[in-house]
């Protein structure tokens, strides 16, 4: 089992950025032939999906929906006059998780129940060829719901996405 | 590893189809008695689920669900005098995306992100005692979300799901 | 390959419970270092996740979402004088399929529709060093969508969620 660890501050609020290059080239480094990759999340506002990535259009109309969908916690220091999205009220902030123990005064239980709706925790792909077996439009991507740029109390975003690759021998295709 | 490729002609627009006696009679066939199947599309608006699917009635409410959660695209062929669900303005042609080399003239926006949220690029089962280990009111399925019928500009969908199996040695259970 | 089965009542109707120490109990037990875990539920409305859950209040609020994004089934015997989340009318009853063999005369479409929307069939996590690998604030749980507390009609629901253990040699780490 081999593992790679791709680390990137994430410091835009919600979007999407493929990773399928980054893939291809950790399998194309192992030379490994055939198997599954597991590409893992370690966060719990930010997920992977397979899907169309290369239209940005598409791109901007899933954030959109995402962001009409799923409220934004009134007290979200997203949410200010200019702010386009609906917003209601949530009971979680972020400091009452048992674990914090670091600054972080937001609000982001929408962007916790967005990752729950649109993304996965994990996707596992086949490997064929020497690269992620996809179809013509498919491509693998993060999808970020919680960013944060640093400006206000609450620090970048630190964010780190698992590629776990599992080869196995041969393939062997059933007709 | 073994690979099975179904191919079919998608042409109702939004449907859940089960495949379970299809991926069981693959496991029949490659005589594995234990491993993992990996399901898996090669499409963006056409998804995986492992579901109550001998349930005609509850079908019709997960569809109707999925097409009045996530309004229609305005533009959409499936928009007409007759159409009963939302519909609202998206960004997305599909003859933007920059792989595309076929004749595509719909805007389907709605349908991919239907498939992000009701449905799933991969599942991962577990096969034992020779055939997928599901409860009793599991199974698998495909979900559509853009099925073309040919009439019109656009043509018939040809759509392809692969079943990956990954046969294990032996199972030891634990109490 | 490992197998260990949780079997458990689940008398309260919509609700999310951390299974990450059961989990890790497991893996211990069987004296497994590195590999992969597939958490898999044999149920059509109770699904796994991995998220924040040790913060109450984002339970709350992510169970509370679910309740007001699909709406109940007016004939549910969940909807009362007392019932504060939207109610439409479905389809679905429980006894219409062909495999129910059981007393159930509850109308669930709207769990099985939550189910899809906002939890897994199964989910794959990485093991290493003998436990999940999991970020700070990632658990995995399972998420009820239709206990059945015994009163009424229909009995107490019996629930079995599976751990799949596949242990791996070594785990080679990608600069």
């Known amino acids: 089992m081999l593992l790679k660890e791709l680390k990137f501050d994430s410091t835009k609020h919600t979007y999407i950025k493929n990773i399928t290059d980054v893939v291809n080239d950790v399998i194309k480094k192992a030379k490994v032939n055939q198997g599954f990759t597991v590409v893992s999340s370690r966060h719990t506002t930010l997920g992977i999906i ?9 791109l901007e109309d899933i954030v959109h929906h995402s962001l009409d969908l799923v409220h934004e916690d009134k007290r979200s220091t997203r949410v200010h006059k200019d702010y386009k999205h609906p917003t209601k009220d949530y009971k979680h902030r972020c400091q009452d998780n048992p674990y914090c123990d670091e600054i972080d ?3 982001n239980a929408a962007a916790h129940i967005r990752a729950l709706t649109f993304s996965h925790s994990s996707v596992t792909m086949p490997i064929s060829n020497g690269k992620l077996e996809l179809g013509k439009y498919q491509e693998v991507a993060i999808f970020e719901f919680d960013g944060r740029d640093g400006k206000g109390k609450n620090p970048v975003r630190k964010r780190t996405v698992q590629i776990w690759i599992s080869p196995f021998d041969e393939v062997e295709v059933i007709d």
Chains 1, 2, 3 share one sequence.
């Open 105 to 107: 005064e937001d609000y």
């Open 50 to 58: 397979v899907h169309e990535i290369a239209e940005p259009n598409l």
